[in-house]
């Protein structure tokens, strides 16, 4: 099968060799819950991940087609998070402020969701579009006055929006562009898109960040790309763009925000020769680090399952908090089941009263995690764990304590 350690597929953004570095095996569609009583057959496919020789895009050996995955019943809300709502508002803010200023001005987003971030440009009067797929939450969008195309941005359908309503001064995207393999038809879509001296802006979980803290749950099907500074130069110069800055984010467990403009319009900030070197120096792209990731994330699901046996073993209790994308590759990689976690607590309804894909682990609002507190709490939106923390006080006040396996498993 597609996807051992060892195994070779094409670069989807070169056509180079693309080497398998990490193997985590069977996996279901991570945000295909379930109602308990479906007794259907899952989809399951092979996650492995591996880095081309060539471009060293890092990226996932099977491609999942785009429909299994964004969907009508797509359930993941941008708003979700208060501290993400923060962070997107201040990404429309400053937008506003900088690039948006001309006469007309033009935004376009990428996976808009439920208007996260557009709400703010629609409030502020600027033109905008959103492309967002998944129906309910596009419809969420819609219900927030942000105008959306219910379609998948790619070449054909941005020209279409190019067509109907003019170049774009900013295309953005917040954890999207790293979900389509079809990266080609995206650049060529925004450069049918852009303005001239417009930019291309985008955000996603950053290389060096998983690969410092061990977060191989990062990897699920959603995110085909693993993005570094390099591997993105690389494909920018390839369509006709350059990478022209580069911000590290904290969000989501460590993102960098990607500019790029067409090559040629923008002189390339500092940063970006300094990231560049930074991944140099720390031999992100080379094979051996990419191995020494492979062996450490071996290490923490070993400990990880030791750990929730004992737990068992000695009639303490544990919780799952929050049924995240990242939980499936966890859960199915390390063959935790309702047996050592008998449930999660999520606050996104359309997740409660379903179980998890693959483990079939119930999900059920925040409000039983308190019926009674548990012994401990298996963190697995570790990404958010400020935010949950503070709301949950109460829980380790009681004596509770959370359980977490980034970068290595611990308790707090
Ligand atoms: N931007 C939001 C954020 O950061 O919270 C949403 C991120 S969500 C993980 C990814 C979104 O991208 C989903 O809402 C999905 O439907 C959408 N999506 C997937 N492929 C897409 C494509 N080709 N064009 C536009 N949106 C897409
Ligand atoms: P994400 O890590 O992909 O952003 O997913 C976050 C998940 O965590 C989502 O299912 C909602 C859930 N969640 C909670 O249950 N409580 C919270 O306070 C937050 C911020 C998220
Ligand atoms: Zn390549």
Redesign the pocket.
Known sequence: MIGHVGDTVACRVCGGVVEAFLDLGAQPISQRFRDPADGSPEVFFRLAVGQCGSCTMVQLCQEIP?EE??HEG?P?R?SGSRA?TGH?TAVAERFLETELTGPDPFVV?????DG??LRTIRRAGVRHLG????GD?AEAARAAGVRVRG????EATAARAAEAEGPADVVY????VC??PYLDS?LRGVDALLAPGGVFVFEDPYLGDVLARTAFDQIYD?HFYLFSARSVRAAADRFGFELVDVERLPVHGGQVRYTLARAGARRPAAAVAELLEEERSRGLTDEAVLRGFATRTARVRDELVAMLTALRRDGSRVVGYAATAKSATLLNFCDIGPDLVPFICDTTPAKQGLVTPGKHIPVRPPGEFARPYPDYALLFAWNHAEEIMSKEREFRRAGGRWLMYVPRVHVV
């Open positions: 785009r995955m964004f797509y993941f941008s993400m997107f987003e990428i996976g808009c969701n996260v971030m492309f967002e797929p998944s939450v379609e998948f941005f790619e995207a917040a954890n999207t979900h389509i995206v959603e």
